[in-house]
């Protein structure tokens, strides 16, 4: 892990420098284009942008964002947190900054009382993190995606009674 790694809510003035990291950890705009897509709107979680900071220099940065979840019959059950995307700069990757990043993504939302977090990523990775498939827990994917890639944490506030359909923030793309 790097040193003197501070993990903070990203500040207003910083959306150019989080947008630039993003494109740079994905080699191309989408993800840059979803954080600039949910800023300002009604699924902004206020202190929910995290960035990774060593020195003066921002490193990483994951996005928490409001997602929706629906019954089978499309009736709007309840707004859900959504994880991504998490971006580290290329040559920090493998570091521990996507770790503390997920860490500080946990504890903000266990702190608000969030019954699950739910994501779309490397089976390999968020597992360590205590996410599972999500539909083991009744929570079905908006495509159909493999078990391994989506996936959910539950929270001490999950309750069996939340199931249902969820769905990324209008931002994300419908592909």
Not at 3 to 16: D, G, Q, V, Y
Not at 52 to 71: K, M, N, P, W, Y
Not at 101 to 123: D, N, Y
Request: aromatic share 8%; with cysteine; net charge neutral.
């Amino acid at each position: 892990m790097l040193e003197s790694l501070t993990i903070r809510p990203e500040r207003p003035e910083e959306a150019a420098v989080v947008r630039a990291l993003n494109d740079a950890a994905f080699g191309e705009p989408i993800e840059g284009r979803i954080v600039d897509g949910i800023r300002g709107t009604d699924r902004w979680i206020e202190g929910g942008s995290l960035v990774a900071e060593t020195g003066r220099q921002i490193v990483g940065h994951l996005l928490l964002s409001e997602g929706d979840l629906f019954a089978d019959d499309g009736q709007l059950l309840r707004r859900i947190w959504m994880v991504g995307p998490v971006a580290v700069l290329p040559g920090l990757q493998r570091q521990g900054v996507g770790s503390a990043l997920m860490r500080a993504a946990i504890e903000l939302a266990r702190k608000r009382q969030q019954p699950l977090l739910c994501l779309l990523g490397h089976a390999s990775y968020y597992p360590r993190f205590g996410f599972a498939p999500a539909r083991t827990i009744g929570i079905e994917p908006p495509r159909p995606w493999p078990d391994l890639n989506w996936m959910a944490l539950r929270l001490p506030a999950w309750e069996p009674t939340i199931r249902g359909v969820a769905r990324f923030p209008p931002a994300f793309p419908d592909d």
